[in-house]
Structures are given as C-alpha cells and as structure tokens.
C-alpha cells in the first residue's frame, strides 16, 4: 500500500484542498478502512462557508489532540485494509462507521448517553475524518454493512442513526399526533426513526415540491406548507389541542415559535435544527402550560448505527434521498456549493476513488 493518500484538507474558511497526505497509522483499538463513500450535510457546510466552528484549527481539542489543518468528513463507509489493532475485525469486512468517539469511563458513558460523553469527539470534525482515500477509526465506532447494500445506501447510516436519536429523544408513543418542521435530509431521517419506532400521526411541515413526494412515500400522514398559517392548519387538524410532539428540523426563523405555539398543553419540543436566528421564547406561556423541550445531538453508537443500516437494508430511503456521488475533486464545486445554493434535497455522497467531474447514481 502506498505511504500517502488524497485527501481534502480543511485550512479555513472557503479553504478547502485535496492534498497529498500520509496514510494514517491505526493505534491500539483502531483499524484502517479504504473509505468507498462520505456523505456531506449542513455541518461541513457550515465549517466550510463560515467556519472554523467545531474543527480545531487554531487550538488543540481537549479530547481528540488535534490541532491545525484537519480532513472532514463523518458519514463515511468502508472496506478494513488493516485490523492488526482490533481483534475481532477482519480486513476486507465492508463497516459503517458512527464517527463520534467516546470514552466508555465518564458517568454520561456510564448512562448509555455516549454522545454527550466527558471526552466526547467526532471524526471530521474534531479530528482527521472520512474524505480522503483512507481513515483510521475506533472499532467500537463501526458496524458490518449487511451483506449485498449498496455502498450508495450504506453511506447514510450515519446520519439515519443521528435521525433514529432525535426520534428516540422526541419522546414518540403509538397514536401520537406528530409535527416535524422540515423535509430536507435531516428532517427525512427523523421521519423514517419516527415510523420506525411509533405508529404516529406525523404531520411534515416544509415548502411544497419533491420533498412532499418523498414524505409522503416515507410514511407522513400529511403535509402543510411553510407558506400557510402553519400554526392555524395544526390546530384545526387536531380539534384545537395541538400537537403531541413537536420535532423542528429545519432551523428556519420563525419555526421555534411556531413549535411552541402548535404543541399541545403538557406536550414535547423537540430542537433538532440548529436556528439561524435566536427565537423568541414566551416563558410564561411555556411554564403555564407545562411544555417540555429537549435537544438531539449526533447519535448513541450501540444504539442507533446498526438499526440504522439495518432501516436502509430492507426500505426504499436510500433510492428516495441520494441526490447523486461525486468525486473527491469536486467536493467543493459540486458539493458544498451546491448546499449552499439550496439546490440539494437529498444526500450527496464522495468517492475518493473516483476522478473527474461529477457523476450520478
């Protein structure tokens, strides 16, 4: 195996090369994996556009070490090339990797709430990730991809796993009436988590377009667009109590207090999106009517990554969000551009094997 590597090399903002990098060197506990496809989301955009936010480019992470110029990505799968340091595994295995590391010794650990570790990292965004030909991770992070899913499929485990978390963390029974502000990636794996583990009402609240179509494929009971009196159109739909859950996804202005205003009295938020404004939160409102509102973040390994793969298997999801692969070189042409213009519904995944411009599924 050759001693370096391609591989994109976040220096700042709106800097992102594809450089010529050594290979990395497992250490005890890891292995070695020929990365084959890494999805990019809104996080890397945001680390590309405006950042650094999350990457440690100036001062080293204080769980990771890392410090300085730093290859993203975290929605990676790939093939095992080195297994020395991780019995257990075998080269040539096809994993899914989670990308957040934790250190199973703090009392969040302890919890089963790993991803809100003591020590808690996340490969490509806190230490050397998946967009480069090669990538050292933690075993415990990964998880066999089932025999014959396509590597398309299987590159979206990562984010599914982080859907099936804010699922879990909304609180979701049978017969629950549902709103989930947003349809976009995000938003379309909290509904697919959703329907996995509750026969719920889910009401997806975005603009019209194909992700309606996709929502609706996916299990939505209904769909309202942004454009309506959003607030009004729940409450009529159900008698004027409101919604049992509430799950915004989106992080658009105005959709926190359209939450709040929509959920019922003794009901859940959930704040999944990550809000371009500061919303304006009615505190007396919220405490009169005993409104509970959690948080989502990343995804608990042990918990999520192997149903998530498992969720991508058997179900048309992957078919119905892949907007297409692209190559390594085009990463920020015909990727991160391309988020960034609002263009893309779906999941646009990097082969770094691949060369040239971009090419579709």
């Given at each position: ?6 591989a994109?090399?976040?220096?700042g903002?709106r ?5 010529q990098?050594?290979?990395p060197?497992p ?5 070695l ?8 989301c809104?996080?890397?955009?945001t ?7 999350m990457a ?5 992470h ?8 730093m290859i993203p ?9 080195d ?8 080269a ?6 989670g ?12 919890q089963g709430?790993?991803?809100v570790?003591?020590?808690y990292y996340?490969l490509?965004?806190?230490a050397?990730?998946?967009l480069?030909e090669?990538v050292?991770?933690p ?8 025999e014959g899913?396509s590597?398309?499929h299987?590159?979206m ?7 099936l978390?804010?699922a ?23 509904l ?5 583990l509750?026969a719920?009402?889910?009401t997806?609240v975005?603009?019209?377009?194909p992700?309606?179509d996709?929502?609706l494929q996916?299990?939505?009971a209904?769909t309202?667009?942004a454009h309506?009196?959003?607030?009004a159109a729940v409450?009529e ?12 996804a ?5 959709q926190y207090e359209n939450?709040?205003?929509m959920v ?8 999944v999106?990550l809000?371009k404004?500061?919303?304006?939160v009615?505190m007396?409102?919220?405490?009169l009517?005993?409104i509970?509102?959690e948080?989502?973040?990343a ?5 999520d990554?192997a ?5 991508l298997a058997?179900?048309?999801?992957g078919?119905?969000?892949?907007d297409g692969?692209i ?9 991160l551009?391309?988020?960034a213009?609002?263009a ?9 094997t691949?060369?040239g ?5």
């Amino acid at each position: 195996m050759a001693e370096t590597m391609r591989a994109a090399v976040y220096h700042g903002a709106r800097d992102i090369r594809i450089e010529q990098v050594p290979v990395p060197v497992p250490r005890a506990g890891e292995v070695l994996i020929a990365v084959r496809r890494n999805g990019i989301c809104g996080t890397d955009l945001t680390e590309w556009s405006k950042g650094p936010v999350m990457a440690p480019l100036t001062e080293q992470h204080r769980a990771s070490g890392h410090l300085g110029p730093m290859i993203p990505g975290h929605e990676f799968v790939g093939e095992i090339v080195d297994a020395t340091g991780a019995p257990g595994l075998r080269a040539g295995r096809i994993v899914a990797a989670g990308a957040g590391v934790w250190c199973g010794a703090c009392d969040r650990c302890a919890q089963g709430r790993t991803n809100v570790c003591r020590r808690y990292y996340t490969l490509g965004l806190n230490a050397h990730g998946g967009l480069a030909e090669y990538v050292a991770a933690p075993a415990r992070t990964l998880r066999p991809v089932p025999e014959g899913m396509s590597l398309d499929h299987a590159g979206m485990a990562q984010p599914l796993a982080v859907g099936l978390h804010a699922a879990r963390r909304s609180g979701v029974r049978p017969g629950d009436r549902v709103v989930l502000i947003g349809a976009g990636a995000i938003g379309t794996f909290v509904l697919v988590g959703l329907n996995h583990l509750a026969a719920a009402e889910v009401t997806v609240v975005d603009l019209p377009g194909p992700k309606f179509d996709r929502a609706l494929q996916l299990g939505a009971a209904r769909t309202v667009s942004a454009h309506e009196d959003v607030v009004a159109a729940v409450l009529e739909a159900t008698g004027g109590t409101g919604a049992d859950v509430v799950i915004e996804a989106s992080g658009a202005p105005g959709q926190y207090e359209n939450a709040l205003a929509m959920v019922a009295a003794g009901g859940r938020v959930l704040a999944v999106g990550l809000p371009k404004e500061s919303p304006r939160v009615d505190m007396s409102a919220l405490a009169l009517r005993e409104i509970t509102i959690e948080s989502s973040v990343a995804h608990v390994c042990d918990e999520d990554l192997a149903p998530a793969l498992d969720i991508l298997a058997a179900g048309p999801l992957g078919d119905l969000l892949l907007d297409g692969v692209i190559a390594l070189d085009d990463l920020v042409a015909s990727g991160l551009e391309r988020l960034a213009s609002g263009a893309v519904d779906g999941k646009i995944l990097v082969d770094p094997t691949a060369r040239g411009d971009r090419r579709s599924t």
